[in-house]
């Protein structure tokens, strides 16, 4: 296994990157927010929406406790012992690391493309133009996959099964929150939207459409 200097420089090295990307689209999204248009569309939908939110929750939670292992790895090991893969150990923990900048890449590139439209439909739909091309135009919810992968990414790196419990349940909250996004996104943009869902993957894009 990597010892834990490494792998305090490779969180530190991952939180730096998602932090720019977290910085950046709060920024941009103040420097255009008199280019937005006003109009609100709310969530009506209460079928999912409280597990999805506890999964949200916890992602929130995982994501601060990997931060966390920054200042705190060696006692949290000593709590939750690594999940011991032998020989596979170290291969495991560079193959989540890529993850991790694989997913931080996925969410800039989602962002930029997004621009002054990105909002947050579970909360209330605030924009009116469908975005259909770059990574859009392949996959539904980028940003929602580049979480899984920074997620899965730590898990590989950490080796964690407490960690490994958040993420499986947040995971599925994750899922329930997107399908309730696209009956919201459903409602707001009508057969536009139902004809994107039929040439585009939820999180993976379709290799046959």
């Excluded at 980028?142 to 958040?166: A, V």
């Excluded at 585009?200 to 894009?205: L, P, V, Y």
Aim: proline share 1%; hydrophobic share 50%; charged share 20%.
């Amino acid at each position: 296994m990597l010892n834990s200097t490494i792998i305090r420089i490779l969180i530190i090295i991952s939180f730096f990157i998602f932090g720019y990307n977290i910085v950046y689209i709060v920024l941009f999204k103040k420097r255009h927010k008199n280019s937005e248009n006003n109009k609100v569309v709310n969530n009506k939908l209460k079928e999912t929406r409280l597990f999805a939110r506890i999964g949200i929750n916890l992602l929130n939670i995982f994501i601060v406790l990997c931060c966390l292992q920054i200042f705190i790895y060696d006692y949290w090991k000593q709590i939750f012992p690594e999940i011991n893969l032998l020989f596979l150990s170290d291969l495991i923990q560079i193959i989540g690391f890529t993850l991790i900048i694989g997913g931080n890449i996925v969410l800039l590139i989602a962002y930029r493309k997004l621009g002054i439209y990105w909002s947050y439909p579970i909360d209330g739909l605030k924009k009116r133009k469908l975005i259909k091309s770059g990574i859009y135009g392949r996959i539904r919810h980028p940003i929602y996959l580049s979480f899984n992968l920074f997620c899965i990414g730590f898990n590989m790196l950490l080796l964690d099964w407490f960690l490994l419990i958040l993420y499986i349940i947040g995971g599925i909250g994750l899922y329930f929150q997107a399908i309730d996004e696209e009956k919201i996104l459903i409602e707001y943009f009508g057969d536009e939207y139902i004809e994107y869902m039929k040439k585009t993957g939820r999180f993976f894009a379709k290799i046959f459409k």
